[in-house]
């Protein structure tokens, strides 16, 4: 692997790494303000959040620790690095917030056929709270580029929109009685969390399951690797990602030489790879035959 791209790749984990600590120092500061509010306010979103979050806290943390490790350098043991433990964070907290949403939808349910109003004041004021907490965790996340950033940051993404939504049902319930807006949010809310992070999911087992890059055109690229001086077809091919980020592709190809005296092996390999860095491809081994 190239050193440099390897040491860039490398740096992204550190930052990540970085990111979701800032953004688990807030959750857990958010925690106190959830379970006090939930209690006092009587409210099925912000009681059904407090558990949510609590499982939040425990997600980012391990999310926190797994991208922590994903920062190391590769060694005899890990010679491709450590960055693959960044995805099993992203399938671990996709799974855990995924279970934790389902949760939230039983209970918003149960809580859809009865009558008990939560305090709308009380409401108000944790949901300006939850904005500012949530808000300023998503804002560090957003543009991460891990896939464990990723899937926090649709977590986040879920949690902002649940204390807008439940701002503006506090406020409405401030003038109107209709206690079932408060259920229905967490709902709507949760499915959409779900839905994204089963997104999350799929693309990270993809990764583990070694699948080609699905930002890389295969078809296109073995044209244009086809079109490299004295290649005449390739015998082997196989790409794959690390993380998501950094690709690795290996490959054998037959060469059809016009004039062995003139051909140039290491210039040919290196037209390859200048190829492959046009996809963003900067780990390859090629084999000429």
């Known amino acids: 692997m190239d050193k440099k791209s390897n040491k860039n790749n490398v740096e992204i984990h550190r930052e990540a790494s970085e990111n979701l600590s800032f953004a688990l120092i807030l959750n857990l500061l958010f925690n106190i303000v959830?379970?006090?509010?939930?209690?006092i306010t009587n409210s099925v979103a912000i009681i059904s959040d407090a558990l949510h979050d609590f499982s939040d806290t425990i997600s980012i943390l391990i999310a926190w620790v797994?991208?922590?490790?994903?920062?190391?350098?590769?060694?005899?043991?890990f010679t491709?690095?450590?960055?693959?433990?960044?995805?099993?964070?992203?399938?671990?907290?996709?799974t855990i917030v995924i279970l934790a949403s389902l949760t939230v939808v039983y209970e918003a349910f149960n809580r859809l056929f009865l009558t008990q109003s939560p305090?709308?004041?009380?409401?108000?004021?944790?949901a300006i709270l939850g904005i500012i907490f949530k808000g300023a965790?998503?804002?560090?996340l957003h543009k991460g580029k891990t896939f464990n950033e990723k899937a926090i940051s649709i977590h986040m993404f879920g949690d902002v929109f649940e204390w807008i939504a439940l701002l503006i049902i506090s406020?409405?319930?401030y003038f109107v009685n209709l206690p079932i807006l408060d259920p229905i949010a967490s709902i709507l809310v949760s499915v959409?969390?779900?839905y994204n992070l089963a997104k999350t999911f799929i693309a990270s087992a993809k990764i583990l399951l070694q699948t080609s890059p699905s930002n890389i055109d295969i078809d296109l690229?073995?044209?244009?690797?086809?079109n490299v001086e004295n290649i005449e077809s390739i015998e082997d091919f196989h790409i794959w990602s690390l993380d998501g980020i950094e690709n690795i592709l290996t490959s054998k190809f037959k060469v059809s030489l016009k004039n062995e005296e003139v051909f140039d092996r290491e210039l040919t390999i290196n037209s390859l790879k200048e190829v492959a860095k046009g996809y963003g491809i900067n780990h390859t081994t090629f084999e000429l035959n």
Request: charged share 20%.
């Open 34 to 39: 959830v379970i006090s509010g939930g209690i």
């Open 192 to 194: 959409w969390v779900i």
């Open 80 to 94: 491709y690095g450590y960055q693959r433990f960044s995805i099993f964070g992203a399938l671990f907290n996709s």
């Open 171 to 173: 406020l409405i319930l």
């Open 66 to 77: 797994l991208e922590k490790l994903s920062g190391k350098e590769s060694n005899n043991k």
């Open 221 to 226: 690229l073995k044209r244009d690797l086809l």
């Open 137 to 140: 965790s998503l804002i560090r």
């Open 119 to 126: 305090d709308a004041s009380g409401m108000i004021l944790i």
